[in-house]
Structures are given as C-alpha cells and as structure tokens.
C-alpha cells in the first residue's frame, strides 16, 4: 500500500488520475482478510503510467500486467474509464500520501457480477462481497447498491449475499 501511496502520488504530479480497484480494494477495506496477487489501477493516462512503472523497475508481462521481482507486485494497467460513481470514490491516507479508492457498493457489484457470469472463483466473490456488506453495514447506500443489481441482472446474488452478511453480524 505504501508503494502504491507513492505512485498515484507520482502519477498525480504528472497529471494521472489513478482509482484503486478490484482485490487489492477489498484487501485495504477488509483489513487484509482477502490477499490479492496483483494491484489493479484505472488511470486516465497509460503511456505516462507505464513510463513511470518502467522508472520504477517494472517490466510488461503483457494485457497490461507489470511485474517487479524486487519488490514481488504485480500492478494492472487499466485505461478503461471507471465503471462506478466517481462521486461514491473514498480516500485513504497512507502516511502522506492519498489514495482513491472505488466505493464498497461499486465493488460488492462488480464481485456478484463475476460469480454469477464469470465463475472464476465464485465463492471467494461472495465472501468478499458478504465482508463488505458486514463492514460497511451502517454505512453502504443500499438503494444505490439495489439500482446496480437491476441494472447488472445481479439481485438474485445480492439478495443471497445479504442475507449470508445478517446471518454473521
């Protein structure tokens, strides 16, 4: 985290605007409870972006993959405009630096999304998205989550996920 605190900020200098998403999102919200192998980065620049990891001693694997063996991350490039509410983004401080971070409610959809159409690993989808529905319980804009589910044919799994995350708090 510490790394990635310093290159958005880099990034950021050189005008980059950069937006943690995917697993290493939901390991800072979880607290580390879901270790991801890879750091996954929207960035509205990729040539600068890639330049800089290149500074940084980050070599293309290829789809946006970049490796560091000295430092053992993986981050993904992805230039694709973000997919949730940039208005919903939550920031994080890590020791002086700030990172953006997609909202819980944009993640807990794109996670039952991927269990119910992608099924790479469904049910670690469904835990993440029950852990984030536990830990933002107090806080997560239900109908903003319940407008993705219909829009992402996703109520079935959300319904099921919340009732899983009641069950445990």
């Known amino acids: 985290i510490f790394f990635l605190g310093v290159l958005t900020s880099k990034l950021k200098e050189s005008g980059v ?13 979880t607290a580390g409870n879901f270790s991801t192998s890879d750091i996954d980065l929207v960035v509205d620049n990729k040539s600068i972006t890639e330049k800089l990891l290149n500074k940084f001693g980050f070599g293309k694997q290829g789809n946006g993959l970049w490796f560091n063996s000295d430092l053992n991350i993986v981050v993904q490039v992805i230039d694709q405009s973000y997919s949730g509410d ?10 002086n630096y700030e990172l953006r971070v997609a909202a819980p409610e944009d993640l807990i959809q794109n ?36 407008k993705l589910a219909k829009e992402h044919n996703i ?13 445990s708090s």
């Open 86 to 95: 940039l208005d919903r983004l939550r920031k994080f401080k890590v020791k």
């Open 155 to 167: 109520v079935d799994y959300l319904d099921e996920a919340r009732k899983y995350a009641s069950k």
């Open 17 to 29: 605007n950069t937006i943690l998403v995917g697993g290493e999102a939901i390991d800072l919200y």
């Open 111 to 146: 996670r039952l999304y991927s269990a119910k159409f992608w099924k790479s690993n469904p049910q670690r989808d469904m835990e993440e998205s029950i852990a984030l529905l536990q830990i933002f319980a107090d806080s997560i804009d239900n109908s903003y989550l319940d």
